[in-house]
């Protein structure tokens, strides 16, 4: 896989952005010029996120630095959370994930083969690991509901 | 990043999917939604040399390299949308935050199963978590979208968005009508997967318990903000590591040799 350094990052971020922008125009009531705030915060975010995952230490990936930062930003009471909670409402969530599935999409083109190969087993991993993952929530949730006498 | 031709190509993959639209329609008790991102995927993989031999190899390569870049976008969003409800969820029952530790039950289960079915390191990718978008922006970064990883994490993902809503509507009256669990406790675990899982999990357990329904959709949403925060920390710090170590002793039970080359962890 291909590391990018910090500039060719800004500028796929940027790329994608217009995408999610023109996406976000069709397929949502927001109008094009209205997100490009909420945009351009999300990049800043995501910019902040990637840089602090590559050159602090510790070793946490980039994604929960982009993904707390965001948190925290739109915290309330956090003197700028107003503001940005009212620039996020123009992007929405759908919109964004449109342009990185199509590249996803693209991309799995190369390894149809494998993807063939593991298909049903797939398929079959993952009803059992949803119901693995919602048993597992519900057993504990009974226990501590009960044990609190919430129930 | 200068493959114009791929970005050019997916804006056109964009329009159109954004043209065609959410389209959702009832089967049985469930609810079929079909969303932008889905038929972008689809064309995408239609664009293949198999098929429409649109793209190429590089083309390929470089949009799977992009794929960690780009999914940042969405996790910025991600934590957007998390942020302005931390609040509510920091004062909820405890039950609502330590359900998240079932998260690990994927683990126990899928780990086994995987590598009984053959898979080997597509079972990291796959079987660590539920594979929302998180976990495939964090697979992405460790390992790249374009490893076995990638290729296990991508394959839960897309069967989790195609098929995942209605699958998650009729587990919850599954077990509400056949398993002794109280409905707060299923509705707490609604929230393990993305919001329209839960939306149809709890839809179903509302329609079976109308008199409690405002409590259950309250646990069910403020379950999966949560999830959306804490299954990242989870998965990075729980759940990756217990994948690695099942898999390598997994390993060791089923082959006689430790995992060892491209089967053994980066």
Known sequence: ?151 | MKNFKLHGIVLVLVIIAELIGIHQFKVGVGVIVLLPMLYALIFGIFLAPKFLNVVNKIDMQDAGSLLGITLMLLMARYGTLVGPTLPKIISASPALILQEFGNLGTVFLGVPLAMYFGLKRETIGAAHSIAREPNVALIAERYGLDSAEGRGVMGVYISGTVFGTIFFGLMASMAAAYLPFHPYALAMASGVGSASMMTAAVGSLSAMYPQMSDQLVAFGAASNMLSGLDGLYMAIWLALPLTERMYKYIYKFKYGVYPTGEDAAK
């Not at chain 1, 350094?5 to 927001?30: D, F, Q």
């Not at chain 1, 123009?90 to 190969?117: E, M, Q, R």
């Open chain 1, 1 to 151: 896989m291909k590391i990018y350094n910090m500039i060719e990052t800004l500028i796929i971020l940027v790329i994608v952005g217009i995408m999610s922008l023109i996406g976000n125009t069709i397929g949502s009531k927001n109008g094009f010029v209205e997100a490009i705030p909420g945009l351009l915060i999300l990049i800043a975010i995501a910019m902040a996120g990637i840089a602090m995952g590559r050159y602090l230490p510790g070793g946490i990936p980039g994604v929960a630095y982009v993904v707390t930062l965001g948190c925290i930003l739109t915290y309330p009471g956090i003197p700028c959370a107003d503001f940005i909670n009212a620039c996020m409402k123009k992007v929405g969530f759908l919109p964004l994930c449109t342009p990185i599935l199509a590249y996803a999409g693209v991309s799995i083109g190369k390894d149809l083969d494998a993807f063939a190969h593991s298909g049903w087993r797939i398929v079959v991993l993952s009803c059992v690991i949803f119901i693995g993952t919602y048993l597992g929530s519900a057993i504990i949730a009974q226990v501590i509901l009960k044990y609190l006498g919430q129930i």
